[in-house]
């Protein structure tokens, strides 16, 4: 669990402080910048969650398919 936190903590902290911006300044915020997160914290999360495997992997996947979720 320690490693699911210490790897994917501070993606999910990046992603909701600019959730966060674009809320309070949404003129501040575009799509380029959601395209910069994901270019940097894809390939990342993905591998942690392949060597986490099990439950983990299932949480990755149903996240995916939350298109809600961050814009």
């Not at 380029?32 to 992997?57: F, N, R, V």
Request: proline content about 3%.
């Amino acid at each position: 669990m320690i490693k699911a936190y210490s790897c994917l903590g501070p993606v999910v902290i990046h992603y909701r402080a600019l959730e966060a911006k674009q809320k309070l300044i949404p003129s501040s915020v575009n799509d380029d910048d959601w395209a910069a997160l994901d270019e940097k914290y894809a390939k990342d999360t993905i591998d942690c969650l392949s060597e986490l495997q099990g439950m983990y992997c299932k949480y990755g996947q149903t996240a995916a398919g939350l298109t809600n979720t961050f814009r």
